[in-house]
C-alpha cells in the first residue's frame, strides 16, 4: 500500500484500510446475482463501502455487480490518475475519515457507524 499510486479493492475492510493509507481506490463487487437479489432486498444501507458508509458520501467510487466492467474500471481508474480536482477532493475526504475516526477507537466508531445505517438511525 506504502507504494501504491492507485487500487482497484474488493468491499469489505480493505477499502477502509487503502483509504488510511491515502491511496485512491476503486470500489469493485460482483457477487453471485441470487445472493446480490437477496442481500439488496434485505440490507437497506446506501453504499457498500466503508469509506462511504461512514462519510456518508461518495468518496469513492463503487462499481457493483454489472457496473463492474472493464470499461467502468478503466473510466473510473483513469479518473483517480489523471483527474488533479478528484484526485485532491478523494485525498481531502480522506483527511476527514482520519479525523473522523480519530483517536485510535478506529473499529468502535466504524462498527457504530454501520449498525447506526443498518439501524436507520
Known sequence: MLQATAALVTSGT????????????????KGSPVSYFFA???IKVKYI???????DKPVVKELIQH????????????LI?????????????YA???TLLGDGTAS???AAEIVNMVSGK
Open 40 to 42: 439488496k432486498r434485505l
Open 14 to 29: 480493505a477499502t477502509l484500510e487503502t483509504a488510511l493509507f491515502g491511496v485512491p481506490e476503486v470500489v469493485c463487487y
Open 81 to 93: 490518475l489523471k483527474d488533479t480536482a478528484r484526485h485532491q477532493q478523494m485525498k481531502a475526504d
Open 96 to 98: 476527514t475519515l482520519w
Open 108 to 110: 468502535e466508531k466504524a
Open 67 to 78: 457496473e463492474l466492467t472493464e470499461e467502468n474500471l478503466l473510466k473510473e481508474l483513469t
Open 49 to 55: 463501502s466503508l469509506v462511504n458508509l461512514i462519510m
